[in-house]
């Protein structure tokens, strides 16, 4: 049964969510970050990351900031620590990997494209497919509340494990078939998924607030994937298909 965390799931960023409920600033290049510490630890080799995701285009400084300031190497596994901060997906167990930053940056930045993130900023998120937990920490950057659904015990249990020292308050933990979404929090400014399938669940679009947005991998004939970007309107639902990607499958249930 779906269930909030146990702990406040914040960034050690005083201002995080004074800016998380600002509009996003105009787009500029990544942002500048004084080295510190050393290898893995060292602001250094996220900035170097983050440069290279604004040269492939990139633009919301806010995403630039959040991809900045959330350590992916603290979501991997130790043995693959020393590609925390490449551009490929990686195992996380049982079937499942954390995104690419380009793909994580890529979806972020066309959540907050949203109508209803203009002005206000991006209100509450609902992600299905919880993962290891990094991408809900780099939303926890860009919106007011993120509610993330992950199906497989064992990881909805790492990504508390790996979220718990962050203490992010507005991010909450739910474990649940995310096909069924979760009603509770609707309705949402924006959805993402990080799983694909043939059509997106009614109950995601259901959710949805007029005026939000949905970005998810849609499979599509011969097994290929891309990138879905799904407006929900006053008249109705407007979708665009984008570039190709590589997701796991969607699936139902609980395991």
Request: hydrophobic share 45%.
């Amino acid at each position: 049964m779906a269930r909030k965390p146990g702990f406040p799931a914040q960034l050690d960023l005083p201002a995080a969510a004074a800016r998380a409920a600002r509009p996003a600033p105009a787009p500029l290049s990544a942002p500048a970050a004084a080295p510190q510490g050393l290898g893995l630890d060292s602001s250094a080799v996220r900035t170097r990351m983050v440069q290279k995701l604004a040269a492939s285009g990139i633009r919301n400084a806010t995403v630039l900031h959040a991809m900045a300031t959330v350590e992916r190497h603290r979501f991997v596994d130790s043995a693959l620590v020393n590609q925390a901060y490449e551009d490929t997906s990686l195992p996380i167990g049982l079937g499942q990997t954390i995104s690419k930053p380009s793909i994580v940056a890529r979806m972020s930045e066309l959540l907050l494209g949203a109508e209803a993130a203009r002005g206000a900023g991006l209100g509450r998120v609902l992600e299905i497919g919880t993962g290891c937990g990094y991408q809900a920490a780099v939303l926890s950057c860009l919106a007011r509340e993120v509610y993330s659904m992950e199906r497989l015990r064992a990881l909805h249990e790492k990504a508390r494990d790996n979220l718990r020292p962050l203490r992010l308050a507005n991010v909450h933990l739910l474990f649940g078939d995310g096909m069924l979404g979760y009603a509770q929090g609707a309705p949402y400014a924006g959805i993402l998924a990080a799983a694909g399938g043939a059509a997106v669940p009614q109950a995601w679009t259901e959710q949805l607030a007029v005026g939000g947005r949905l970005v998810a991998p849609m499979a599509l004939a011969g097994g290929q994937q891309a990138l879905l970007v799904l407006d929900k309107t006053a008249h109705g639902l407007q979708q665009t298909l984008l570039e190709p990607v590589h997701f796991v499958p969607l699936k139902s249930g609980i395991a």
